[in-house]
T-cell receptor, first 113, second 114 residues
Framework: GDSVTQMEGPVTLSEEAFLTINCTYTATGYPSLFWYVQYPGEGLQLLLKATKADDKGSNKGFEATYRKETTSFHLEKGSVQVSDSAVYFC????????????FGKGTKLTVNP | NAGVTQTPKFQVLKTGQSMTLQCAQDMNHEYMSWYRQDPGMGLRLIHYSVGAGITDQGEVPNGYNVSRSTTEDFPLRLLSAAPSQTSVYFC?????????????FGEGSRLTVL
């Protein structure tokens, strides 16, 4: 079945550092790919998405490119801020009629001033 | 500006007790779902609904019941709580099929079963 694997956390960075959180997926067909973010004590929010190969999703300085050849959707940000501290989830929705979103296990990011 | 509202935010139950987690959305979304979040497991889909009167099972439906009598409400029922159901529960909604992935989440309900 469909699955998402993302890098184990936690990740701790200093402010203005470069961020990469790796995400790879297994799916049949052409899934849509997403990054969700969960700030402390809150529900998840959609951060960005890409619906076809080579699409780049971007939002709030974060970017991720849908790479079908490597089945990857890595999240990047050039300069993180303390306010980016959160848990980040990679997710996919399949094309095979499944109505569910498949999530990775989440990566906790802490940014120190 | 309510969005998706879940109640209660916190609940402690004893093994064997029953309860209902409430979820309401005011965005006229057709699609609603329940996920549970466990440490190191990510989010797993329990049940979902594509419209009033229609529900279906997700990845981990055992021990949970749902119904969808109105577009706005999607309650999750635990008939006989077990310690394995200790988790944080999230309700989510979308204006289209969950396949698009643009889900709007509630703030979560933290359930502890003793």
């Amino acid at each position: 079945g469909d699955s998402v694997t993302q890098m184990e956390g936690p990740v701790t960075l200093s402010e203005e550092a470069f961020l990469t959180i790796n995400c790879t997926y297994t799916a049949t067909g052409y899934p849509s790919l997403f990054w969700y973010v969960q700030y402390p004590g809150e529900g998840l929010q959609l951060l960005l998405k890409a619906t076809k190969a080579d699409d780049k999703g971007s939002n709030k300085g974060f970017e991720a490119t849908y790479r079908k050849e490597t089945t990857s959707f890595h999240l990047e940000k050039g300069s993180v801020q303390v306010s980016d501290s959160a848990v980040y989830f990679c997710a996919l929705s399949g094309q095979g009629g499944s109505e569910k979103l498949v999530f990775g296990k989440g990566t906790k990011l802490t940014v120190n001033p | 500006n309510a969005g998706v509202t879940q109640t209660p935010k916190f609940q402690v139950l004893k093994t064997g007790q029953s309860m209902t987690l409430q979820c309401a959305q005011d965005m006229n979304h057709e699609y609603m779902s329940w996920y549970r979040q466990d440490p190191g497991m990510g989010l797993r889909l329990i049940h979902y609904s594509v419209g009033a009167g229609i529900t279906d099972q997700g990845e981990v439906p055992n021990g949970y019941n749902v119904s969808r009598s109105t577009t706005e409400d999607f309650p999750l029922r635990l008939l006989s709580a077990a310690p394995s159901q200790t988790s944080v529960y999230f309700c989510a909604s979308s204006s289209t099929s969950g396949r698009t992935g643009e889900l709007f989440f509630g703030e979560g309900s933290r359930l502890t079963v003793l």
